[in-house]
């Protein structure tokens, strides 16, 4: 049963490919794909994209830091901002990075560590002063990175693998599920079973049912498709997320019509939200 411990997540960056920055994009966002998850005094981080460096810079305030960070994939829309997080300047920093998509053929600790290399980049090898941990999982596994927290995980259908996340703490939960592209014969068993009553869904939503067939294969899904899994799933809340960079504010308002309409209570990510499962 929930108490009265805090938990929530908070959008740093929630488009997807490029970042998109400008005056028709400055209400929604567009920096690329990170989100904070506040566990009690725990902090969670998923995915490093542009939006990780913002939250970085707000990081600099609570030192020490000891935080973890959960990547979906490795694709460079949700990993820009690893090279620019200025926490990692800070000798008393310590953070767990973990991936699950990469083994057997590669590490996330060689992958992470190759991105510092350029001296230009604020972080790099000669600046590189925090703790890092770095730590391969099997997608399928459940961690649990801190006393109280867990974490589930599944496969998502992206070129390259891709890992679903749900996150378990003081009786709720969160699901975060980007980069994934749906499936004619609907989601597979896993996926379902990760986001059975979930009490919040951040599910990769970069194109409507009309832009979608020109993109098959590119490894994206639907807000419409999201609709679809949290009924089947019994889930709560829905969060349309992995927004695409061609889509403007005015653009991103339709589609927070439509999905509220077909699903009331749900809404659309933008930098700078909070929400409480």
């Known amino acids: 049963m929930a108490t009265d411990v805090d938990f929530f997540v908070r959008f740093w960056g929630v488009r997807g490919s490029i970042p998109c920055p400008g005056a028709t994009t400055s209400r929604y966002g567009g920096n690329t794909s990170c989100v904070e998850v506040r566990c009690g005094e725990r902090l969670l981080i998923f995915d490093a994209g542009t939006g990780f460096s913002e939250l970085g810079k707000s990081l600099r305030g609570e030192r020490p830091l000891d935080a973890d960070l959960f990547l979906t994939h490795t694709h460079y829309d949700h990993i820009w901002g690893w ?3 200025s926490p990692g300047l800070d000798e008393d920093t310590r953070l767990y990075i973990r991936a699950g998509h990469l083994i057997p053929e590669y590490h996330i600790r060689d992958l992470m560590l ?3 290399d350029d001296p230009l980049n604020p972080l790099n090898s000669e600046t590189l002063r925090g703790d890092f941990i770095f730590e391969d999982f099997t997608i399928g596994d459940t961690l649990e990175p801190r006393p109280g927290i867990l974490v589930r995980t599944a496969s998502l259908n992206h070129p390259n693998r891709a890992c679903g996340y ?3 703490f003081d009786g709720r939960s969160i699901c975060f599920l980007t980069d ?6 609907g989601p597979t068993k896993a996926l379902v079973e990760l ?4 009490d919040l869904v ?3 939503s970069t194109y409507t049912d009309e832009e979608y067939p020109n993109h098959v294969g590119w490894g994206h899904s ?3 498709e999201g609709v679809k899994l949290c009924d089947l799933a019994e889930a709560g809340k829905f969060v349309v997320f992995h927004h695409d960079p061609g889509h403007d504010d005015k653009f991103m308002d339709g589609i927070a019509r439509d999905v509220a309409e077909a699903r009331p209570g749900s809404v659309v990510a933008r930098e700078g939200l909070v929400l409480r499962p």
């Open 114 to 116: 190759g991105l510092l």
């Open 195 to 198: 986001t059975r009553a979930a």
């Open 83 to 85: 090279p620019h997080f």
């Open 202 to 204: 951040i599910y990769d």
């Open 180 to 185: 994934h592209e749906h499936s004619e014969d």
């Open 222 to 224: 639907t807000w419409s």
């Open 166 to 168: 749900r996150i378990e």
